[in-house]
């Protein structure tokens, strides 16, 4: 079952921040993940929300998305991510296709 990874982000630091995503569609390529929306101004309609940026990017399963997640090239320029910004980062599962068998 398809997977998303669903990032906010409060930049703080744009020089740190960007080194980060200067490299990441380096790593990316290696794994099967693929970005789905990369946002820098969002429009908020309904609460309220001070972010900067939003990023979903999907996976085929969970597996595929902790194998770049915890991949050891993700991890080394993850620092950059974290050094320059603070993020809430949470994975999701889709709607299975018709046929699929619903994970628990």
């Known amino acids: 079952m398809s997977v998303y990874a669903i990032a906010q982000l409060w930049i703080?630091?744009?020089a740190t921040y960007g080194r980060y995503v200067d490299r990441f569609m380096g790593v990316?390529?290696?794994y099967k993940?693929?970005?789905?929306v990369a946002d820098?101004?969002?429009v908020v309609?309904?609460?309220a929300w001070d972010g900067n940026k939003i990023v979903v990017i999907s996976f085929p399963?969970?597996?595929?998305?902790r194998a770049w997640?915890?991949?050891?090239?993700?991890?080394e320029i993850a620092k950059d991510r974290k050094a320059g910004a603070?993020?809430?980062i949470v994975l999701v599962k889709g709607i299975p296709a018709r046929g699929e068998a619903v994970e628990k």
């Open 61 to 65: 399963d969970e597996a595929a998305f």
């Open 86 to 88: 603070k993020s809430v």
């Open 28 to 30: 990316m390529k290696n």
């Open 40 to 42: 820098e101004s969002p």
């Open 33 to 36: 993940g693929r970005v789905l």
């Open 12 to 14: 703080h630091d744009p």
């Open 69 to 75: 997640a915890e991949s050891p090239e993700y991890l």
């Open 45 to 47: 309609l309904e609460g």
